[in-house]
């Protein structure tokens, strides 16, 4: 298959990793953080951590927009498809997400109208063919799904498409890093920046962090090979002492970004002056809400929000795992309390979430890999 | 045990405390499992079960036949290479056939909404007979129920199958060793891929085609060729093979190690999970086996099914080893590995 098998080829791979272990110094502990909950679950999907020597450590990011989402939004959407009989539409990575009540599929079980997309085009469509409907859509993902929620807004106003909304919860990955940065716990050597998100912002976002943080980026693909490659030009600069911005993923990612994207996001979208994440809590900034031109596609402003609070349960340590503090399998609950199957915190619902993806992938593996080596000798 | 004393152990032994029924609970994964164990064995079967294989052995009268039933609820009711009709006979036969027998006779319910065209109807019932002719597999009785208009997906159908035990083949999880070979009859994920792609919610094309088939003439051979050495075998519907294989893990304690550069993958379905985040081994089949065999008959069975039409493809995926206990693991291609567990739920594309 083409831009996937040579991005997978053993041999290349088996280079690049010769090449890892060249360049790091045995004496040195490395901590890179990825960024993008896609880089996460690609690197447990292909067992890329039994490839890289054991002083490269990887941290898992915030950028897995399931994960950062607080439960209030979702108690909140939720409470607008109950009380209002509105149609409540999502990507499918949403419909098992917990709320206080119960994941959207848990409500769907019991009779509110909830429904799967594929786009935000899909959702404007149902719209379209339900005039009797109101249809909601609840739009996560950062600047990477931003785009097409701007885009089918702009079409539903042009076309006067009235029983159609959108519950924004778009959050913008910047201040996510930075916050992460910020806290005084975090102790990081370099990062893997977004592929996705980059290809709509491009890579001159993250120069401060080269800038003003002193610590090397490289915006990285999401197959074997692409995350190797990253980690290799991270050791370089590392080696050179430098810190500077690097494009690894040139093959989709423009440095300037997607200036069509960036344009209709800047049409339809405004900041919001603080939002909250959860695990991080209210970052300034960090999150997008419709301008007031498309105030009469805006869930939030059509319908009464109950603006519900949740605190996670103490027990629960997420945001200490989403900032890299505790490996997933350090937290209380990991693997008893809280599984893929009865997630508690959010990082065990999305598969590119950090705990769901080690429990599937890596949980167990250890005893595996033992055995496999033992029986080898 | 007196009576009181039986409905307490009865009792105790429900574990299934969902407060209602979700779709995941229909979806072959965990959660299906936890309903089956959990609410309908300790409540029908007394709580005593044997490792719930695809059918039952059931002997009376000095002889032994194996029974098995199924649901078919499928939406859109044709779809390429195959239609509801067609997917009830061989749904149920290949039960038996992974159970080591040979399907000798059917029942079949349908249940139909008000409302069905008649065509449509029509031709499931001539797919049906077409699919049992192939089997050589009569269908004995019946029975026609019609819902209101609304009630159903335009028509469900339950198929009961009884069939003969191959001689020579017992399937059994407790009877997998250390070093048994894992042997897969063909390429996966074709028939779960096919239905999401004609249900057109996706945009996306590819030719594929539902891989749904009559399994024996294969199963047949298999046992021609490594009869005593066969441990176990499954057909790798909802959950797909990782599911099934999850299953085997559990019921042998033992650990099942595959090979990801063995596992034969299509490009069309390759592609389509790359896009949609989903991985193959939970891909519905609907026309394909897993057996577990003896090391010293893997080379006989392996030529046996490839030179059976429709087995060219087979091929040796993996084998059980003693770790990871109960457990899935792949080896990637590179060096790396994973644990692969059961689906949970219903495969849920990734999009943001």
Redesign the interface.
Known sequence: ?RF?DEF?D?EL??KA?DEIRRLSDPNRHYRFMEVCGGHT?AI????????LPSNIELIHGPGC??CVLPMGRIDDGLAVAKDANVVFTA???M??VPGTHGSP??H???GVDVR?V??PA?ALQLARRNPDKQIMFFA???E??APSTALTLMRAKAEGVKNFSVFCNHVTIVPGIRAILDSPDMRLDAFIGPGHVSTVIGCRPYEWIARTENKPVVTSGFE?LDLLQSIVMLLRQLKAGEAKVENQYKRVVPWEGNRAALKVLAEVFQLRPYFEWRGLGFISQSALKLRDEYAEWDAERRYPIPGTRVTDPKAAQCGEVLKGVLKPAQCKLFGNKCT??HPIGALMV???GSCAAY???????A??????AG?AA | MNGSAAAAAVASSIRFSDP?????HGAGG??SRRLVEGLFVPLLSGGLREALGDAARVSFGGSTVAITTDSFVVRPLRFPGGSIGELAVNGTMNDLAVSGAKGEAMVATFVLEEGLATSVLEAEIRAMAAALCAADVALVAGDTKVVERGKADGMYITTTGIGSPLSQVCVDPRSVRRGDKILLSGPIGDHGITILLARG???LEAELASDTRCILPLVEALARAAGPGIRWMRDPTRGGVATVLNELARDCGL?V?LEEKELPVR?QV??AC?LL?LDPLHIANEGQFVAVVAPEYADAALNALRSTPGGEDACAIGEV?????C?V?V???????????ML??DP?????
């Open positions: 298959m996937v997978r053993p791979i088996a990793s679950h447990y999907r292909f067992g890329l951590k039994d490839i927009p399931v990507f499918g990575d419909m098992r599929l848990e769907k079980a019991r799967i594929y786009s899909d996560i993902g950062f990477t799904t074997p893929p199957e999305s598969s590119e429990y599937n992938y890596e949980h167990r593996k005893a595996a890999m033992a055995s496999s029986s | 209602q029924i979700a779709m995941a965990k959660a919610d996706l945009d650990g190690v490009d390759r592609g790359e985040g080893r003693s770790e990871p206990a457990a693991l080896m990637t291609n590179y060096g790396g590995s994973r644990i692969v567990d949970i739920g849920l594309p990734r999009i943001c």
